[in-house]
């Protein structure tokens, strides 16, 4: 069946630098949307990404989708204190009707 | 608008005893997901609902777990008996129309299990 893996599983930065994490399908995708979930919270929808190659800016945060659509990555530059939570990738497979959802990325940033 | 609302926010039950799950979701969303995260993991989905109807439940557990949506509005989620292994937060979100659409969560169910 269809899995979405994400990597790394957890990343330490010190504020002011940058941070990516990594989404990858084992099938093809007719999307990706990107949750981020604070400790202690539930996660909260960031975006969506559907075309193939698609770049997409929210502010400080920037997200792709691979041209073949089985991957994708969320990049944050000049990581603030704000930014520590857990970002999970979420899959819509082609053809299918449900989400999958990765693992996850703890980001700690310390000050 | 009003969110994703859910109860109990804790539970805390024996295993082999029975526990209920509330969720209301946002008004006049058609989908709606029941999510199981265990520590340090991903929502895993266990049924979702489109309207009053299964779209999917391929991973509940339908030996102790059942759900359902009546009227296509509010559902409940049921563990009969529970396990260790159920200890986790249960999740429930909406979104508007499909999974096409953003998810929005509730701030969940945290069951433990002695």
């Known amino acids: 069946g269809q899995q979405v893996m994400q990597i790394p599983q957890y990343q330490h930065v010190q504020e002011g630098e940058d941070f990516t994490t990594y989404c990858n399908s084992s099938t093809t995708l007719s999307n990706i949307q990107w949750y981020k979930q604070r400790p202690g919270g539930h996660p909260v929808f960031l975006i969506q990404?559907?075309?193939?190659?698609e770049v997409k800016k929210q502010k400080r945060l920037t997200f792709q989708f691979g041209e073949a659509k089985k991957n994708s990555s969320l990049h944050i530059t000049a990581t603030q204190t704000t930014d520590v939570g857990t970002y999970f990738c979420a899959g819509r497979g082609s053809g299918g009707f449900k989400t999958i959802f990765g693992a996850g990325t703890r980001l700690f940033v310390k000050a | 608008e009003a969110g994703v609302a859910q109860s109990p926010r804790y539970k805390i039950i024996e295993k082999r005893q029975s526990v209920a799950f509330w969720c209301n979701p946002i008004?006049?969303?058609?989908?709606l997901y029941w999510y199981q995260q265990i520590l340090g993991q991903g929502p895993k989905l266990l049924i979702q609902?489109?309207?009053?109807?299964?779209?999917?439940d391929s991973q509940l557990p339908k030996d102790r777990f059942s759900a359902e949506r009546l009227k296509g509005v509010d559902s409940t989620l049921k563990i009969q008996p529970a396990k260790l292994e159920d200890s986790a937060v249960y999740l429930c979100?909406?979104?508007?129309?499909?999974?096409?659409?953003?998810?929005?969560f509730g701030d969940g169910t945290r069951l433990s299990i002695l």
């Open positions: 609902f489109q309207n009053n109807g299964v779209v999917d």
């Open positions: 979100a909406s979104s508007s129309t499909d999974s096409n659409q953003p998810q929005h």
């Open positions: 990404l559907v075309k193939s190659g």
């Open positions: 008004s006049g969303h058609a989908t």
